[in-house]
């Protein structure tokens, strides 16, 4: 949806603790097409295919650099 607007969107996978995904995409995940990061004022897809409805500190540091990017 938001590429359709016109936005980039960058698309990264990423294990629990924070670094990247190297394992096959399966299922609902296959679709995800891994870009990497890009500038953090653009949008960003990250899945985490390991995280099992959890919140872990990797996932909670890389959505404070987010907010912290989007509020200056």
């Keep these: 949806m938001r590429e ?3 936005r980039k969107v960058h698309q990264v996978a990423l294990t629990r ?3 990247p995904w190297t ?3 399966t299922k609902g995940r296959a679709c995800l097409r891994p ?3 890009g500038p953090l004022e ?3 897809l990250v899945l985490f295919p390991n995280l099992h ?3 872990v500190p990797a996932m909670e540091a ?3 650099r987010f907010v912290l990017a989007w509020l200056r």
């Design 17 to 19: 603790e924070g670094r």
């Design 62 to 64: 890389l959505v404070e």
């Design 42 to 44: 653009e949008d960003h």
């Design 35 to 37: 870009t990497g990061f």
């Design 4 to 6: 359709e607007a016109g």
């Design 53 to 55: 409805h959890a919140v």
């Design 23 to 25: 394992l096959p995409l």
